[in-house]
């Protein structure tokens, strides 16, 4: 801002050795300064300043003129008010009259402090316009901290109501509303000083929840949010409602339609991420959900729904929504988000399907034919081993004899095989023959039954046909594995038989450890996210009378993930309970932990409400006590961006240990899992967790590589998979193999070929380590997971909801790397199988209504965040055009190439309705 005058500009002139100095004469007059102007300004600029300045010193009148009356005086004031509305404004330039203006505004404050109360209504008039001209100077002129605008509109406010009390009539009188008239800049730089205002009162003591104290403000604020809407500022009337607390007050404006509804609920619910308090929070998503409702936007009405964990909620939109095809769009987002609910009406047989996923199975396979990878694979065309530079594992003819098998080297193919052939229905180990099954031992059976259930997931009719000749196996591992099949087959699927808990329960029920270990964690997959009373009593059973503590955590463990996110008393209490009562031995064991992942997972992503549990955890006397505090403190705040829980976090990794510091992992991978899904959170996490592994000890160290992959599922981003693949190189070998695992989770599904080309390295360099090369063909198996058609990804709906069943089950393989030497590389490997819940295809497929494909021109690129942006602009930059059925990346965006067709839903993703667009012409010569 520029100078009032320069009587105190400083000279900054130099002189030579030969040059006198010239003396400098001060500016003590304006004239210079006028003369100038003059010279600069054009002929229109000087006639505008000189009539402006006319009209202030008519105004001002301070020679007292007797001819000079307050009605001559209002018309020179009604001049000044039209040059300032009709002035214009470039971005770089302040507007001529606020320009010309700016010499006289003490003077003008002076006037209007001089008119005092009591006066006549032509004065009154006259003060409350200067008040409005005062106000609009103040923007650029006045102290900003004194808010000075909004104290002359104010004034003027009041003078006005004044005069309508008075009755008083005069053609000077403004008929607009008196602030958006006024024009953008201003209405919003009031706003701004509206919010300062609102705080300033509360912090004196006003009552935010009572309307009296803030009267002024909200009159003004019920003008400048209408205005805003209705000028393509929605983002900005949100913000200033947010300002002061009146945010449901939108849901009474008649200025939202379906233009711009969308904006306003765009915006609401990317902002919601930002809030920090949690009321706050649930303000802006139920505004968000009432707003989508009243313009009849069931679909998206329920994904904020889910996004709020308001179940109840379902019902009601259902009844309340008229258009069947919505209604399927909505049963097929509940499916993938592996909602538990069920339609009550007779008629409701083909909705009650849609939302069991009873046809997944079948579209999955028709996408796979459609790509034509129906192909089984082998372990080895994944391995390539005939591509290695030094022959790795083909070189084992130097000792003369055939390849031996190890045991290990087959239970390994048996997890490849079985993550590669996902959800297909044939391979060529398992379905041909039982002879690969015997090719295992023991646990290594079990595993090797149970891939059976993955290789014909979501077919649950043909899958039990094939697993039910092994639950009557003589072997106990091969039953054991049959029954996690059974499991593992029904996993995100409804039927109406509900074989996983007929087949189950008897061995839940049952003395056989094994059996009932497996058939926990098969009823853990099986009924993931669906909150089953029946299947509860099942378990709390054996956690309250089991005396193995194997079977007591991996029971935990499974109602963890059955009501994963649900904040079940029954079930935390139970938890909680044996962890009081457990004695130290019973805690000392390698799995105890899981009972604590259990805990935690009841409450993932439900913030404030894990408070009661968590004081009653803290309470176990045990070291494991800080690692289950620290564990449903990561769950509750899974996603939530919030950066005081991140700061909690690294204040925990602060104090170096070298033993017990379970915790101390834990809170490493709570760092990644809080600020997942949250873009600018995820930056900072990546740079902090850089020092943690600068300058912490290593059991930090050790879950850093876990904390990247969780940020990165299925997102094999350049920067993450060069981070990661350093640390497949560090000495320490828990480190490199938890990299290792890290590779496998970040490029889960996407048939990465720099990952693969650096897995394969990797089998090469630990061909020796049966640790490590058992975790590189996990992650070989991961990478190439449903021959590249799934995705591991727990966000989705265009990153705007969570699934808990598929976040709950990644943390339950993170947490399992912890300690990787008694758990995956020992017998309790068959816990990778949880990762099921996760599994989902990563396709893009267009139906007609009656669930028919009909193959759609659409777009497919990269996500752009539209958020508060003006107008239309593009959603996605760099894409290609395909036709439908397409696979889709998790940064990538897909919209219609055509106009032929309408989306019932907002978001493409998944299976998605297209109906016929009514308004569609066919252009002549096409």
């Known amino acids: 801002m520029a100078p009032n005058d320069e009587s105190n500009a400083i000279d900054i002139t130099t002189t030579t050795k030969d040059e006198k100095p010239k003396p400098t004469k001060k500016k003590n007059s304006k004239t210079d300064d006028d003369k100038a102007d003059h010279q600069t300004m054009s002929e229109e600029d000087q006639e505008l300043k000189e009539r402006l300045e006319t009209c202030v010193s008519t105004v001002l009148n301070t020679q007292n003129e007797a001819a000079v009356t307050t009605v001559i005086r209002l018309n020179a004031l009604d001049v000044i008010v039209t040059e300032l509305k009709s002035a214009t404004s470039s971005m770089t330039s302040v507007p001529k009259p606020l320009k010309f203006l700016r010499p006289h505004f003490e003077s003008l404050k002076g006037l209007h402090a001089g008119i005092g109360d009591g006066v006549e209504d032509d004065v009154l008039v006259l003060r409350a316009r200067l008040a409005d001209v005062l106000s609009v100077l103040a923007m650029t002129m006045g102290k900003h901290e004194e808010r000075e605008s909004l104290k002359f509109k104010l004034s003027g406010m009041k003078d006005y109501q004044t005069l309508t009390n008075h009755k008083h009539t005069s053609t000077h009188l403004p008929t607009d509303d008196n602030l958006g008239a006024w024009g953008h800049e201003f209405a919003r730089s009031l706003a701004g000083e509206i919010g300062q205002e609102y705080n300033a009162r509360v912090l004196e003591g006003a009552d935010p929840d009572s309307d009296a104290p803030f009267e002024d403000l909200l009159s003004m604020v019920n003008v400048i949010v209408p205005f805003h809407i209705t000028h393509n500022a929605e983002a900005e009337a949100v913000d200033l409602l947010i300002e002061v607390q009146r945010l449901k007050s939108l849901l009474d404006l008649g200025e939202i339609d379906v233009k711009n509804f969308g904006r306003i609920c765009l915006y609401l619910v990317k902002t919601a991420d930002f809030m920090s308090d949690p009321d706050d929070l649930a303000e802006m998503l139920e505004t968000a959900y009432a707003l989508f409702l009243k313009q009849d936007q069931h679909y998206d009405a329920l994904r904020v729904a889910l996004r709020m964990h308001n179940y109840e909620a379902i019902p009601t939109l259902f009844t309340s929504c008229n258009d069947p095809l919505v209604k399927k769009q909505m049963c097929l987002l509940l499916a993938r988000h592996r909602v538990n609910h069920e339609h009550d009406d007779d008629d409701d047989d083909e909705l009650n399907e849609l939302t069991g996923n009873t046809n997944l199975s079948e579209q999955f396979l028709k996408l796979a034919q459609d790509l034509d990878v129906l192909d089984a694979k082998t372990p080895e065309d994944i391995y390539k081993s005939h591509l290695a530079e030094t022959g790795g594992f083909s070189r084992r003819r130097d000792t003369g004899g ?92 409804r039927n109406d038989a509900d074989p996983a808990l007929a087949l189950l329960a008897e061995h839940v029920e049952g003395d056989n450890s094994i059996m009932k270990c497996a058939a926990c964690t098969g009823l853990g997959i099986a009924y993931a996210g669906m909150a089953r009373e029946e299947v509860t009593d099942l378990l709390t059973v054996v956690i309250e009378e089991s005396s193995d503590m194997l079977e007591v ?87 939530s961006g919030n950066v005081l829980k991140v700061q909690e976090m690294l204040h925990q990794c602060a104090e170096h240990l070298t033993e017990d510091a379970e915790h101390q992992a834990a809170a490493v991978i709570g760092i990644g899992l809080i600020t997942l899904g949250e873009d600018v959170g995820s930056e900072m996490a990546l740079r902090a967790f850089d020092h943690l592994l600068h300058y912490c000890e290593p059991p930090i160290k050790r879950a850093v590589p876990l904390a990247l992959s969780i940020l990165h599922v299925s997102n094999p981003e350049f920067t993450v998979i060069d981070q990661l693949s350093r640390l497949t190189h560090d000495p320490d070998p828990e480190i490199s193999q938890n990299a290792i695992m890290g590779l496998g989770i970040t490029g889960a599904g996407t048939n990465n070929s720099r990952v693969a080309g650096l897995l394969r390295q990797l089998s090469e360099f630990y061909s020796k380590e049966a640790g490590h090369i058992f975790c590189v063909r996990i992650a070989q198996g991961l990478l190439h997971m449903g021959k590249g058609l799934m995705t591991l990804n727990p966000v989705h709906s265009d990153r705007m909801l969570l699934s808990p069943p598929a976040l709950g089950s990644i943390l339950v393989l993170l947490h399992t790397c912890i300690n990787l030497k008694t758990s995956l590389l020992d017998k309790t490997h068959y816990l990778l199988y949880y990762l099921t819940c996760a599994m989902n295809p990563r396709m893009l497929v267009t139906v007609n209504e009656d669930m028919s494909w009909r193959p759609v021109t659409v777009r497919v690129g990269q996500a752009v965040e539209t958020v508060g942006q003006a107008g239309k602009p593009k959603t996605i930059t760099g894409f290609q055009t395909h036709t439908t059925p397409v696979l889709l990346g998790t940064k990538e965006r897909a919209e219609l190439g055509t106009e032929e067709v309408l989306s019932v839903s907002s978001v493409l993703e998944g299976i998605v309705i297209v109906k016929d667009n009514p308004d569609y012409e066919e252009v002549e010569g096409k």
């Open 553 to 639: 955590s991996l029971a935990g463990l499974a109602l963890g993930m059955i009501f994963v996110g649900q904040c079940d008393d029954t079930v935390g209490g139970c938890i909680v309970q044996k962890l009081m009562e457990a004695s130290e031995e019973d805690l000392n064991h390698s799995h105890a932990r899981f009972l604590c992942l259990g805990l935690g997972l009841l409450f993932l992503n439900r913030m404030e409400k894990v408070d009661a549990m968590l004081e009653a955890v803290r309470t176990v006397e045990h070291k494991i006590s800080k690692y289950a505090a620290i564990v449903l403190e990561t769950f509750a705040y899974a996603g």
């Open 402 to 493: 055939v390849p031996v098998d190890s045991a290990r080297a087959n239970l390994a193919s048996t997890f490849v095989n079985a993550f590669v052939n996902a959800g297909f229905g044939t391979d060529k180990l398992m379905t041909p023959n039982n002879e690969w099954l015997y090719k295992n031992k023991d646990h290594g059976m079990l595993s090797a039954a149970a891939s059976l259930g993955m290789i014909l997931l979501w077919n649950v009719e043909e899958g039990l046909t094939q697993i039910d000749k092994f639950l009557y196996s003589s072997e106990d591992y091969v039953k054991a594995g049959a029954a996690l099949a059974v499991g593992i087959l029904s996993s995100g699927v």
